[in-house]
């Protein structure tokens, strides 16, 4: 492969030549950086859809092919082996830990799920009925105020001990978020449980009466956990490394990564799911909706559908939904009319030439809303549970970005379409 690339402007016959990055696996990328200082020329990409931000060898993507790998190992292998902590460790670290390295892991994580008693407190600031992901975003960049003694970025030891802090924790506050929404009072976490025994423990457990975890419960929610947590250059993965690149302290970045997954285009998809099914109510009101989708002047989109990456099934989606009639029939009534719904309607959606053509698949939220649903965790929950996986992801990105040398400050450049230059005109004049 040629290792240099040249661009000719047609007009003038003047030429650049850019040399061609490239990683282990995936497309080579144009090296532009040198492309203003010389040429005076930027490139344009809204969405970014060609434009490789950074390089990272944390998570693989092959949308075409449907590929996912953490680390190089493939997500289905992951899936059928792993739990949730050993994923963590493995994104965090860049290898699966030894017996010996995971039961330290699990121990640093396990003990360190408290919340401090005064920031418990902020939750009675909320209004009872705040979206839990309003109440994340704020509690999260909250944990600033109380870390001072791991905030030195620059310092390998202070990054890990956030990161640390941070997957051990978000839980807490995420599952006390549920429990600001329905007036029950905070339930303290049990460190003998495993992580996600411990969340349901968190979120079902009342003062009066101890939650049991089902099995089956526990085993969908490490699989969704796994799947969430790690996603390349997504949005929010993107917000916190452009967030930390100024040198924001580690939980105001995780903040701002959980607001930018609560957009339903990213992470509030599998709310927007739910809501959808239900709106739609029954299978005899398909077309109505199917029609409704591929309609450009109606602003309704199939949601769960499509992926910016995953252009042929997305790898996750596959996985979940053989979780979902798991689930469904172990735990919740098989002939759930929701899942009835949502399987026609994928059914119905993957043999119209409008999806097909457009290469539209389920997504990864398609089929995790359902599980949620049967789990007995609200739609408003939903985001959320997606945001203490990827917390995982965030962390590994940010202390990726932060450890590399050459890492500068992320700064944009724009085509200005504003107005020229034009003089102020006082108040009584115009
Ligand atoms: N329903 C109907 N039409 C759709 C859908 C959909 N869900 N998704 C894309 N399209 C159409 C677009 O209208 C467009 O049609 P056109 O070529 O005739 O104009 C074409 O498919 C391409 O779509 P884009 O919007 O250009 O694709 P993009 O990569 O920008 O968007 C996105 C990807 C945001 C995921 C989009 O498919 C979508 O909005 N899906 C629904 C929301 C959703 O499920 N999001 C979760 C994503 S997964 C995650 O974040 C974990």
Known sequence: MADKYSLTNSATGDCVNLDLVSGTDGPSALDITALYKEK????????????????SSITYIDGEKGILRYRGYPIEQLAAKSNFLEVAHLLLYGELPTATELVDFESIIMHHTMIRETMRTFFDGFHYNAHPMAIMIGVTGSMSAFYHDSLDIHNPRHREISAHRMIAKIPTIAAACYKHNVGEP???PRNDLDYCGNFLHMMFATPCEEYVPNKTAIEAMNLLFILHADHEQNASTSTVRLAGSSGANPFACIASGIASLWGPAHGGANEAVLKMLEEIGD????????????????????????????RNFDPRATLIREMCHKVLAEISDKDNPLLQLAGELEEV???DEYFIERKLYPN?????????????????????????ARTVGWVAHWSEMISDPSQRIGRPRQIYVGAKQRDYVPIDKR
């Open 283 to 310: 299978v005899s009101n398909i077309p109505k909706y199917i029609a409704k989708a591929k309609d450009k002047n109606d602003p309704f989109r199939l949601m769960g559908f499509g992926h910016r990456v995953y």
């Open 186 to 188: 905070f339930i303290y």
């Open 364 to 388: 990864v939220d398609y089929y995790s809303g359902i599980i949620y649903r049967a789990l007995n965790i609200p739609a408003n929950m939903f985001t959320v549970m997606f945001s203490i």
């Open 349 to 351: 959606a993957l043999k």
């Open 40 to 55: 005076g020329l930027l490139a344009f990409d809204p969405g970014f859809v060609s434009t490789a931000s950074c390089t």
